[in-house]
T-cell receptor
Framework: GAVVSQHPSWVICKSGTSVKIECRSL??????MFWYRQFPKQSLMLMAT?????????EQGVEKDKFLINHASLTLSTLTVTSAHPEDSSFYIC???????????????FGPGTRLTVL | QQQVKQSPQSLIVQKGGISIINCAYE??????FPWYQQFPGKGPALLIA?????SEKKEGRFTISFNKSAKQFSLHIMDSQPGDSATYFC????????????FGEGTQLTVNP
């Protein structure tokens, strides 16, 4: 149990276009989902936290108008990178936390990540 | 006060040896300490976790030792195998934060055959 998927696994886009990344909890209901960004050989940087049906909470320094997060259901959250530029190229990873039966709301299960390359 | 400091940055161990990674935290409100394993190009996978009411937790070859008074915890990998070669992240969180994790900087472990 506790499987989180992401789609796509990698994407290449032109500068100025928008890219949507999906994050799904496959076998549990995720009360909270998180979006991270990771640069090579670095730790995970939390971008935002989202709860189903409410607006995402963004970390300081993360542009909410550039990184649109939607958490429409207990199993799906999306991250849209709007007007992407080369500096947005990175590895984007989502995670989800769920019910007590999965170790409590503390436990985060991560997706496999999405490699975004903006040309 | 939210930092989690992890060491060493990189670690090379021979097959069969013990790998030890250390973390220190500052926020005394943290009540959940997971370790994640990440392979290149993949998302982190939960390896083992501990809460501060116990001093040690063992799952197979992986053991967490926790020292609440020193605000330190460590991951021990016994009988290290080449397949354990990965990046390991420690983290801390407090229940009231909505499980927001504060990660350490990561340790790149290489286990030589």
């Amino acid at each position: 149990g506790a499987v989180v998927s992401q789609h796509p696994s990698w994407v290449i886009c032109k500068s100025g276009t928008s890219v949507k990344i999906e994050c799904r909890s496959l076998d549990f209901q995720a009360t909270t989902m998180f979006w991270y960004r990771q640069f090579p050989k670095q730790s995970l940087m939390l971008m935002a936290t989202s709860n189903e049906g409410s607006k995402a909470t963004y970390e300081q320094g993360v542009e909410k108008d550039k990184f649109l997060i939607n958490h429409a259901s207990l199993t799906l959250s999306t991250l849209t990178v709007t007007s992407a530029h080369p500096e947005d190229s990175s590895f984007y990873i989502c995670s989800a936390s769920g019910s007590l039966s999965l170790g409590g709301t503390d436990t985060q299960y991560f997706g496999p990540g999405t490699r975004l390359t903006v040309l | 006060q939210q930092q989690v400091k992890q060491s060493p940055q990189s670690l090379i161990v021979q097959k069969g040896g013990i790998s030890i990674i250390n973390c220190a935290y500052e926020n005394t409100a943290f009540d959940y300490f997971p370790w994640y394993q990440q392979f290149p190009g993949k998302g982190p996978a939960l390896l083992i976790a501990i809460r501060p009411d116990v001093s040690e937790k063992k799952e197979g070859r992986f053991t967490i030792s926790f020292n609440k008074s020193a605000k330190q915890f460590s991951l021990h990998i016994m009988d290290s195998q080449p397949g354990d070669s990965a990046t390991y992240f420690c983290a801390g969180s407090k229940e009231t934060s909505g499980s927001r994790l504060t990660f350490g900087e990561g340790t790149q472990l290489t286990v030589n055959p």
